[in-house]
């Protein structure tokens, strides 16, 4: 699993809080290079996540195509400053 190479730090729990992290929206960015959502969360157990969707059209399907764990704030605020530089804003928590 390509996945579990790259973020040794995600497991089966982080999974599972997907649907608390779609009803937890800190911003919402697209890719206009692969049509790609990634989406960061507010905080859940002493973590941030960027979750990345993958709308797939010819199945109407919605696919995660990454999933980020980031431990504290400043890495947070840093990765949030990166989507800004190169993806378009989408919607942002007031």
Do not use: C
Not at 3 to 28: A, G, Q, V
Not at 69 to 81: A, P, T, V
Request: zero cysteines; glycine letters at 2%.
């Amino acid at each position: 699993m390509r996945h579990k190479d790259r973020h040794p730090e995600i497991d089966t729990f982080d999974y599972s809080l997907i649907p608390y992290m779609l009803e937890n929206i800190d911003s919402l960015y697209r890719d206009p290079k692969d049509e790609r959502y990634l989406i960061l969360t507010s905080k859940k157990f002493d973590r941030f996540y960027r979750l990345a969707l993958k709308h797939i059209k010819d199945k109407n399907e919605v696919w995660v195509s990454s999933l980020l764990g980031i431990d504290d704030k400043k890495s947070f605020q840093r990765e949030k400053r990166k989507l800004q530089r190169s993806k378009t804003l989408v919607v942002v928590k007031e």
